[in-house]
């Protein structure tokens, strides 16, 4: 069963706009990190932030977490046509280092 | 650095047949871990390492069989293939447990 659940699905927006989406997820968790995946490749990790932090930036990015609520959500600032891809959240619980995947969010950037 | 490879990068096999995926890391990563990415279920943990010369099951095990005889590498074999079994495969390594995973490019298997 998948922890985290990505919403939206999909999602199309024009370059130059943001772009948000959102993770929630059930159980409690050690950190919840990021991915990127461009058609027909590997994921790229982009970010993590653990269970004691609330928000995290790496240059277009922004991540929150709420722990309270189990959701996280991951803002691309100012997108680019290259940010067309599927973002993926994870959780990795407090015992372990399994990560469990959501099913994603596919972006679209219209140039 | 190569990062994180994986050989082949497509196969096709029938019902029956058997074949082993290779994954190889340069990063000296102790943990290493192998999942499958269907249509719109994200990635599942099939099997995963957190050493040389160990080996535990994820959350799909069934149907597969892995090694680490040596640190740099990885190995997932298919003993007997079944058409379930059509998906795309990731590598991944990561330096510490619940850190960051660095993924390979995946492997592309279909079984008719």
């Known amino acids: 069963s998948q922890q985290g659940e990505e919403d939206p699905q999909a999602l199309s927006i024009q370059e130059g706009e943001n772009a948000t989406m959102n993770c929630s997820y059930k159980?409690?968790?050690?950190?919840l990190q990021w991915y990127r995946q461009n058609s027909g490749r590997g994921l790229v990790h982009l970010i993590l932030i653990r269970s004691n932090e609330r928000e995290k930036h790496s240059g277009r990015l922004r991540v929150t977490l709420d722990t309270s609520k189990k959701s996280s959500s991951l803002l691309i600032t100012a997108s680019r046509a290259a940010d067309t891809a599927s973002y993926f959240c994870?959780?990795?619980?407090?015992?372990?280092?399994?990560?469990?995947f959501g099913g994603g969010t596919r972006v679209l950037v219209k140039p | 650095n190569a990062g994180v490879t994986q050989t082949p990068k497509f196969r096709v096999l029938k019902t029956g047949q058997s074949m082993t995926l290779l994954c190889a890391q340069d990063m000296n990563h102790e943990y290493m871990y192998w999942y499958r990415q269907d249509p719109g279920m994200g990635l599942r943990l099939i099997h995963y390492s957190v050493g040389e010369g160990t080996t535990a099951k994820g959350e799909v095990p069934d149907g597969y069989n892995v090694s680490r005889l040596k640190k740099q590498n990885f190995l997932l074999g298919l003993e007997s293939a079944a058409p379930s079994q059509t998906s795309v495969y990731f590598c991944a390594s990561s330096r510490e447990t619940g850190g960051p995973k660095f993924f390979g490019p995946g492997t592309r298997l279909t079984v008719l």
């Open positions: 159980t409690s968790i050690n950190n």
């Open positions: 994870a959780t990795g619980k407090a015992a372990g280092n399994k990560l469990t």
